[in-house]
């Protein structure tokens, strides 16, 4: 006779759980294809009626790197940085201690002093450099004296999407 403790039983169940994957994604993919609507319309009235509880959660969420990695990443892409590694890009972004122009160190957060900013080309949308606030605003009024254009956007972009919303 078995006389497993709970713990026990615990441990032997995530190892079947561990040793059976696939097997449980198929029957979660089986479950889904046959009862989708219901299970969206089950999610729907969880968040409709969960509301708060999954704007906290949330909340707690972009308070995580990884969630601050999200909504930088947002914001870009918002802004129409292209990129074939949005992660990879974000690497470079957050490794980048000194402003690539005038070597200024950088700081987190939104503004226009040190603070970091991700430079990109407004026509292809492609990455140019890591550079602080000061710089980078330089570089658009330069931009819009050479092509006497006013309808460049007169910044390319916030670096920190939530650190400072206090
Ligand atoms: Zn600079």
């Not at 993919?29 to 989708?36: E, F, H, I, S, T």
């Not at 969420?61 to 947002?74: A, C, E, H, L, P």
């Not at 605003?137 to 330069?142: F, G, M, N, P, R």
Request: with cysteine; hydrophobic share 25%.
């Amino acid at each position: 006779m078995s006389t497993k403790t709970i713990e026990e039983k615990r441990e032997y169940r995530r190892a079947w759980d561990a040793k059976n994957k696939d097997k449980i994604a198929g029957y979660r993919k089986k479950y889904y294809d046959a009862n989708g609507d219901k299970v969206r319309e089950s999610n729907i009235k969880w968040h409709s009626q969960n509301r708060e509880k999954h704007n906290e959660n949330m909340k707690k969420y972009y308070k995580t790197d990884n969630g601050k990695m999200r909504s930088r990443i947002v914001a870009w892409k918002q802004s129409g940085v292209k990129h074939d590694n949005f992660e990879t890009l974000h690497t470079i972004f957050m490794d980048t201690k000194y402003c690539e122009k005038c070597h200024v160190e950088l700081i987190s957060g939104r503004g226009f002093g040190a603070h970091k900013h991700l430079d990109h080309c407004h026509e292809t949308g492609n990455f140019r450099n890591i550079l602080c606030g000061g710089c980078n605003i330089k570089i658009v009024h330069k931009k819009k004296i050479n092509d006497n254009t006013i309808n460049e956007p007169s910044i390319t972009i916030s670096s920190d999407g939530t650190e400072d919303d206090s």
